[in-house]
């Protein structure tokens, strides 16, 4: 169960957040940003979580999708022009949402 300064630190779906060595050493050389689909409710260390999310590139964009292990406490918030990126993100022609594509629409012959 997390503590009231972990819970407050733990992210929220859609949220873009930076991931650095302060949250995992798997980090270290290479920190990433990092949108978050979902907060997995595993049992896991204390102050540790299961992240489920796209790894973004410098503009903003989906380039994988991942599942990270990390130190909640460590997580950062990522750069302002990042997220507004995504606020009121519309579907295009191409079926792309905030950089992703969805899948339905990559199949579209």
């Given at each position: 169960m997390p503590t009231a300064r972990?819970?407050?630190?733990?992210?929220?779906?859609?949220?873009?957040?930076?991931?650095?060595?302060?949250?995992s050493v798997q980090f270290?050389?290479?920190?990433?940003?990092?949108?978050?689909?979902?907060?997995?409710?595993w049992s896991t260390y204390d102050g540790w979580a299961w992240l489920d999310g796209y790894e973004l590139n410098a503009v903003g964009e989906?380039?994988?999708?991942?599942?990270?292990?990390v130190q909640v406490g460590g997580l950062q918030p990522a750069?302002?022009?990042i997220t507004s990126r995504f606020v009121g993100a519309r579907r295009g022609?191409?079926?792309?949402?905030?950089?992703?594509?969805?899948?339905?629409?990559?199949?579209?012959?």
């Open positions: 972990e819970f407050r630190l733990i992210p929220r779906s859609g949220e873009v957040i930076r991931v650095t060595r302060a949250a270290a050389a290479t920190p990433l940003l990092f949108r978050v689909i979902r907060v997995h409710d989906a380039v994988d999708r991942r599942s990270i292990f750069n302002p022009a022609s191409s079926g792309a949402i905030g950089g992703v594509v969805n899948q339905a629409a990559a199949l579209r012959p």
